[in-house]
């Protein structure tokens, strides 16, 4: 009842049903943290969201609490000013740029003044410090050919956030209208040569809670190429067959770096909204 009375932006009815709790339990804390979110109190939404790893016998590390609180935000009735103000926070922490990047990537679609949103927060966003949630600024605005050429310069300091750079530039180039639909797919032939087995070798070296981000690239990437193919079609050099073959290769990896089917269908929902931020159409 307090996730029901949570999700209609009730926090008074949801703090009511936590407070009939005898002991709180895994889901209780992971509320508290959804609650104090909304509330605007983000360091007391950390300390839950630790406890949350903590009744769960997971690593509570603060690269682990960072990625369940930036999962937990999504789901937090927030208005614009609210999540605005929330990024803020977890770049003033400095949060990896691998989960601050993906987490603002699912939010764009969620905010009621997206223009708003971004402008006041790309001031905040060092490109130096955070190139790729910048990128993902960009591509708020549909300028996917700057959100492309910041991935280039940047310069990774992580697996993740190599895999990351290397799985959204292929996305951009699907989604840059200043690219033919001939060049994508001559682009796409090539990626899938040279890029996605270095990045399905990755798929090992990352652990805990930066595989999130690594599912959620790829499902991005998926629904992207999607629509793509259904908007232009198959051509050499990439035909249709190995077009299919690239799309199953996309979801098997995603769903190796999903700890459970029930998350990988919520984050391919979450990332579903992410098409309609970037071009507007579902």
Same mark, same amino acid.
């Given at each position: 009842m307090a996730n029901l009375s949570l999700d209609a932006g009730d926090l008074e009815s949801?703090?009511?049903?936590?407070?009939?709790?005898?002991?709180?339990?895994?889901d209780s804390f992971r509320i508290r943290s959804r609650i104090a979110l909304a509330s605007g109190s983000f360091d007391e939404a950390v300390k839950q969201a630790r406890r949350a790893l903590r009744a769960r016998g997971d690593d509570e590390s603060d690269d682990a609490t960072a990625g369940l609180l930036l999962a937990l935000s999504l789901y937090a009735p927030m208005s614009t000013s609210q999540r605005r103000s929330f990024f803020e926070y977890v770049l003033s922490k400095e949060y990896p740029d691998a989960q601050v990047s993906n987490a603002l990537d699912v939010s764009v679609g969620?905010?009621?003044?997206?223009?708003? !949103?971004? =402008?006041? &927060?790309?001031?905040?966003?060092? #490109?130096?410090?955070?190139?790729?949630?910048?990128?993902?600024? !960009?591509?708020?605005?549909? =300028?996917?050919?700057?959100?492309?050429?910041?991935?280039?310069?940047?310069?990774?300091?992580?697996?993740?956030?190599?895999?990351?750079?290397?799985?959204?530039?292929?996305?951009?180039?699907?989604?840059?209208?200043?690219?033919?639909?001939?060049?994508?797919?001559?682009?796409?032939h090539q990626w899938f040569q040279d890029s996605f087995p270095t990045v399905e070798q990755m798929e090992q070296g990352i652990t805990g809670s !930066?595989?999130?981000?690594?599912?959620?690239?790829? &499902?991005?990437?998926?629904?992207?190429?999607?629509?793509?193919?259904?908007?232009?079609?198959?051509?050499?050099?990439?035909?249709?067959?190995?077009?299919?073959?690239?799309? #199953?290769?996309?979801?098997?990896?995603?769903?190796? !770096?999903?700890?459970?089917?029930?998350?990988f269908t919520r984050w391919q929902d979450a990332h579903r909204g992410m098409w309609e931020t970037l071009v507007g159409q579902p």
């Open positions: 949801a703090r009511a049903w936590l407070e009939q709790e005898k002991e709180p339990i895994t969620r905010v009621d003044d997206r223009e708003e !949103f971004v =402008n006041k &927060l790309e001031d905040k966003v060092s #490109e130096a410090k955070f190139p790729l949630t910048r990128a993902i600024l !960009f591509t708020a605005r549909g =300028n996917f050919e700057e959100a492309r050429a910041v991935l280039r310069r940047s310069r990774p300091g992580s697996e993740i956030e190599e895999l990351l750079r290397l799985v959204w530039q292929c996305t951009y180039a699907c989604l840059d209208p200043k690219i033919t639909a001939q060049d994508t797919r001559v682009y796409l !930066f595989r999130v981000p690594a599912m959620g690239s790829l &499902l991005t990437l998926h629904i992207v190429l999607r629509r793509f193919v259904e908007r232009f079609g198959y051509h050499s050099p990439y035909p249709e067959e190995e077009g299919h073959r690239s799309e #199953e290769r996309l979801l098997t990896l995603a769903r190796q !770096f999903s700890e459970s089917p029930e998350q």
